[in-house]
């Protein structure tokens, strides 16, 4: 089966694990979604992950992370989508929850969070807020 856009999948995985508490949750592998899950443990939203192979196919295990029994991802959206991509320049990148989330900006030199863009002066495709 084909998705049509694999990183609301991996987002939508996650949200739905957190949910209902889950430990963990695997997601299948891609290079993008590698590196959005790397992204992701840098900036303290998920405990690890670990790329493993399971029947063949290579699948991200994500090990999520909670405080006092309350999930440390309190929302993901997605933003920029097959049908409708979102660009923005660095002076005028997102600033999610006035800088208490994060927004995952795909640039020339790869994945990295809004501060990290607006620091080296690099604009992009905003895939997803993280808060």
């Known amino acids: 089966m084909t998705i049509t856009d694999p990183i609301a999948d991996a987002l ?3 949200r739905n694990a957190n949910t209902v508490k889950h430990p963990s ?3 299948p592998a891609s290079k993008l979604k590698v590196e959005l899950v790397k992204l ?5 939203y998920i405990s690890d992950y670990e790329l493993i192979e399971k029947e063949g196919f290579k699948v991200i295990s994500v090990q999520l992370k909670y405080n006092t029994g309350k999930s440390v991802i309190t929302g993901l959206k ?3 989508t097959p049908g409708l991509r ?3 320049k660095a002076k005028m990148l997102p600033k999610v929850m006035d800088g208490l989330g994060i927004a995952v900006i795909s640039t020339s030199k790869g994945l990295m969070t809004d501060r990290v863009a607006r ?6 495709e905003i895939l ?3 808060w």
């Open 12 to 14: 939508t995985r996650i």
């Open 25 to 27: 949750v695997e997601i």
């Open 40 to 44: 992701l443990k840098e900036e303290g």
């Open 78 to 80: 997605r933003v920029s």
């Open 86 to 88: 979102t660009y923005s």
């Open 119 to 124: 620091a080296e002066k690099l604009g992009g």
């Open 128 to 130: 997803c807020y993280v």
